[in-house]
Each structure stands twice: as structure tokens, then as C-alpha cells.
């Protein structure tokens, strides 16, 4: 069995259950040749992590468009993926010599204008989802929502979603638009989500939420981890020891066990850790395990 899928809502996108994210192929990272990206493309569909998630600002403006090269070796690969990208930071970088500081713009012209040079980097005809990055103070939903109609109803874009957001400005854009997800930061070692309400909406109106840093930023992983890190170690790599599998896999199995139905967002440009993250699909924890590791996380019981 292969990555299994689900879909984001009534009539929302069908997504890969584990999202392959490409902020760390470009220049943020591992600098991969247009070669390089179209075998790891090619590599990810063949596991059944389909969904690829990006960001307008990755790579200093650059990462949406090599990726689009990698495209353009190989334009059937376009039919077996879905493609998440990210628009509304405005980020002082060299392909952006106008923007004077770090800065936020959800305005109708820039969601629209963003969206279509996404199009246009990525070498694609569509986005199957489109995400406001952060929410901007200056939101003003009516704006969002005209912009995300008018690029559905020219067929540029076919779902939408936040990035970032408090349940209640998911609400208030909801309210205007209707969304599919709200990609936010979730693991074992960022729990906030799991008790401010923000995973409470998401399965009050059956919309699951998408998992960035679902490792916890690689924190579990350094050669001297801090006190927390230790603490959950010690409870994951004996668990991770009985289950025969690796803590990775272990950290993504637990995001998986939630009834959110969470999709971990992977921050690699490895293939063998999207084939251990495809592979912890197969996991099967049980409440207690679940409960075993955030007791670790939080430092106490719960409750």
C-alpha cells in the first residue's frame, strides 16, 4: 500500500496524506539542479507523496521557479501532483528591490498578481491550493475573498486556504470565502495548537489542517539536545525501538493518529526521509502510546 490520500473538506482537494515541502530545495538549502528536482519529483509520486507545497518567498523568490524548470524537463509529471503554494509576505530580497522591510500585503492586486506569477514560475496552468502565508493586521476579508473568486472563476486556482492563522481570523475569512485548510505549525514539540482552539475548528468543520515543521524544526535531532528534547527522546527512541521504527517516522506517526486528520508538511530534499515519512502511513499507534509522548512533550500529565 502506497501513501494513502484524503481530501480537504466537502468538494476540497484530494491531497496526499504526507505533503513533500520545497522551501529547503533551492537556495535556502540544498540548491538542486532542475535535474535534481525532476528525479526527486519523480521519486515522491512514485511513493504516493503527490502533494508538493511551496511559497512564493522560498529561496528568496527563486525556489517556485526552479522547481518549474524541473517541470518543464518532464510536463507529465504536472498530471500526478498537486501543487500548494503561498502568497501575501512582502520580504525585502534581490529579486524584489522594491521592498523596503519585512511586510504583509492581502490586498485583491497582489493575492492575484502573486497567484499568476506562481503560475507562471511553476510552469503549470493551475494551483490546486492557494494559502495566505500570514494574516496581515490590514486583512480585509472582503478584498481576499474577491481576489480568490476572481482567480476561480478564470480557473487559475481551485481551492484556498490560510497559513498561520488563530481560529479566529480563519473564521472571519471563512465567513466571506470558503477555505479548505489552515497549514500551521504542529509536532510534539509545538503543542499550542492542540489546546487554543486551533485543531478544534479544524475538526468542528471537517477541514484538516496541514503540519509545517511536523519534527519540530530538526531540535530532536542535534548532537547535544536541550532539556525538553532529552525528555522526549527518552520516551521516543524506546518506543520508536518496540514499534522497529525510526523517531521520524514516530514523530509523523503521532500527527497521523490524530482524528484532525493532520497532513504532515516534510521540510526535506531527502527521498529516503519521504520514504520513511510515506512509510510511517503504515504505523499504527494506540491511545496510549499517543498520550505517552505528549505526557514527554509537555513535561506532565495530562489533566
Not at 125 to 134: A, F, P, S, V
Not at 203 to 216: D, H, I, Q, V
Not at 232 to 260: E, N, V, Y
Request: glycine share 8%.
Amino acid at each position: 500500500m502506497g501513501v494513502p490520500t484524503i481530501q480537504l473538506g466537502p468538494g476540497g482537494p484530494v491531497f496526499s496524506r504526507v505533503v513533500f515541502g520545497a522551501m529547503r530545495w533551492g537556495s535556502w538549502g540544498h540548491r538542486l539542479s532542475a535535474k535534481d528536482m525532476e528525479r526527486l519529483i519523480a521519486q515522491s509520486i512514485a511513493l504516493g507523496i503527490t502533494t508538493f507545497d511551496h511559497a512564493d518567498i522560498y529561496g528568496g523568490y527563486t525556489t517556485e521557479a526552479a522547481f518549474g524548470k524541473a517541470l518543464h524537463l518532464q510536463p507529465s509529471l504536472r498530471h500526478d501532483m498537486q501543487l500548494v503554494t503561498k502568497c501575501g509576505i512582502k520580504m525585502p530580497a534581490e529579486q524584489r528591490p522594491g521592498y523596503r522591510l519585512k511586510s504583509y500585503d492581502t490586498s485583491r492586486a497582489h493575492i492575484i498578481a502573486s497567484a499568476e506569477r506562481s503560475l507562471s514560475n511553476l510552469h503549470t496552468d493551475y494551483l490546486d491550493l492557494l494559502l495566505i502565508h500570514r494574516p496581515s493586521p490590514l486583512l480585509h476579508p472582503d478584498e481576499v475573498a474577491a481576489a480568490f473568486r476572481h482567480l476561480q472563476e478564470a480557473g487559475k486556482v481551485r481551492h484556498f486556504g490560510v497559513s498561520n492563522f488563530t481560529p479566529s481570523q480563519f473564521e472571519l475569512l471563512h465567513s466571506r470565502f470558503p477555505l479548505v485548510t489552515n497549514q500551521i505549525e504542529a509536532s510534539a514539540l509545538h503543542l499550542p495548537p492542540f489546546h487554543d482552539g486551533t485543531i478544534d475548528q479544524a475538526l468542528r468543520l471537517g477541514l484538516p489542517p496541514m503540519a509545517w515543521s511536523p519534527l519540530g524544526g530538526g531540535a530532536l535531532f542535534q548532537a547535544v539536545p536541550e532539556e525538553r528534547e532529552q525528555r522526549l527522546l527518552s520516551t521516543l527512541q524506546p518506543m520508536a525501538k518496540r514499534l522497529s521504527i525510526g523517531i521520524d517516522q514516530l514523530l509523523i506517526a503521532w500527527l497521523l493518529h490524530h482524528p484532525a486528520q493532520i497532513l504532515p508538511v516534510l521540510g526535506t530534499a531527502r527521498i529516503e526521509r519521504a520514504a520513511a515519512a510515506a512509510e510511517a502511513c503504515k504505523v499504527k499507534l494506540s491511545d496510549e502510546d499517543w498520550f505517552e509522548i505528549w505526557q514527554a512533550a509537555a513535561g506532565q500529565e495530562v489533566p
